[in-house]
């Protein structure tokens, strides 16, 4: 595994959301719930996740997604 997904992490954010970011805390995907966080950290750093929990996390990813290209 690449050392560099070790340094992922959630942060709380100021307004109250959740923030997966990388080791230069650069949020990377921002949540409004920790559990969609961790379930998204869980994806990125390739960790055992059920079939059900890679669905939901890649759907997380491209709502996220779609909201970036939508601001």
Known sequence: MN???KA???KKQT??????VD???SPLVISDRLFDAAII?????????????CDFASSLLKDADMN????
């Open 3 to 5: 050392s560099t997904y």
């Open 8 to 10: 992922l992490t959630i």
């Open 15 to 20: 307004d109250g959301q959740f923030a997966v």
């Open 23 to 25: 080791a230069d805390e």
């Open 41 to 53: 950290l869980r994806f990125l750093m390739g960790k055992s996740m059920s079939r059900a929990e």
């Open 68 to 71: 970036r290209l939508s601001e």
